[in-house]
T-cell receptor, first 114, second 114 residues
Framework: GAVVSQHPSWVICKSGTSVKIECRSL??????MFWYRQFPKQSLMLMAT?????????EQGVEKDKFLINHASLTLSTLTVTSAHPEDSSFYIC??????????FGPGTRLLVL | AQSVSQHNHHVFLSEAASLELGCNYS??????LFWYVQYPGQHLQLLLK????DPLVKGIKGFEAEFIKSKFSFNLRKPSVQWSDTAEYFC????????????WGAGTKLIIKP
């Protein structure tokens, strides 16, 4: 149990385009989901906390207009990187918090912006 | 500010050696404590967690961790490591008052020499 999926697993896009990443909790409901970014050889950096049915809470330094988060249901949150630039290339990871107060992580999405 | 520190960035061991990875946190209130593991090329997986009760918790793959409240520590142990334990290990703390965000340690890379 407690499986979290992400789609796509990797994406390559042109600079200026937008990319949507989906995060789904497959076998549990998650009122809270989190989006992280991981730079090479570094730990996870929390970008935002997403609560179902409400606006996401962004960490300091994360542009909310650039990284749009939607948590429309208890099993789905989406992160849209708008007008992507090469510096947005990274590994994006989501997690979903279960009723047992434990975060379960998705496999990540590798984004490469050309 | 709340923080989590992991004592070693890299640990090198031979197979069958005993393992102890240190984790200390700074927060005076009630905490939930976690160890996550990231095997090469894979996503973060929950290794074990402590919420309350017996301070010695057992996780998957023969790992255990002991919560020592007086030392603000939650060290991870395994009596005899295997080559397949090569991975990065992250300690994380949930203080239950930060919108369920996890506070992460920087991670410890464990390399097991066959």
């Amino acid at each position: 149990g407690a499986v979290v999926s992400q789609h796509p697993s990797w994406v390559i896009c042109k600079s200026g385009t937008s990319v949507k990443i989906e995060c789904r909790s497959l076998d549990f409901q998650a009122t809270t989901m989190f989006w992280y970014r991981q730079f090479p050889k570094q730990s996870l950096m929390l970008m935002a906390t997403s609560n179902e049915g409400s606006k996401a809470t962004y960490e300091q330094g994360v542009e909310k207009d650039k990284f749009l988060i939607n948590h429309a249901s208890l099993t789905l949150s989406t992160l849209t990187v708008t007008s992507a630039h090469p510096e947005d290339s990274s590994f994006y990871i989501c997690s979903a918090r279960s009723a047992a107060e434990t975060q379960y992580f998705g496999p990540g999405t590798r984004l490469l912006v050309l | 500010a709340q923080s989590v520190s992991q004592h070693n960035h890299h640990v090198f061991l031979s197979e069958a050696a005993s393992l102890e990875l240190g984790c200390n946190y700074s927060y005076g209130g009630t905490v939930n404590l976690f160890w996550y593991v990231q095997y090469p090329g894979q996503h973060l997986q929950l290794l074990l967690k402590y919420f309350s009760g017996d301070p010695l918790v057992k996780g998957i793959k023969g790992f255990e961790a002991e919560f020592i409240k007086s030392k603000f520590s939650f060290n991870l142990r395994k009596p005899s490591v295997q080559w397949s334990d090569t991975a990065e290990y992250f300690c994380a703390v949930d203080t239950n008052n930060s919108n369920y965000q996890l506070i992460w340690g920087a991670g410890t890379k464990l390399i097991i020499k066959p």
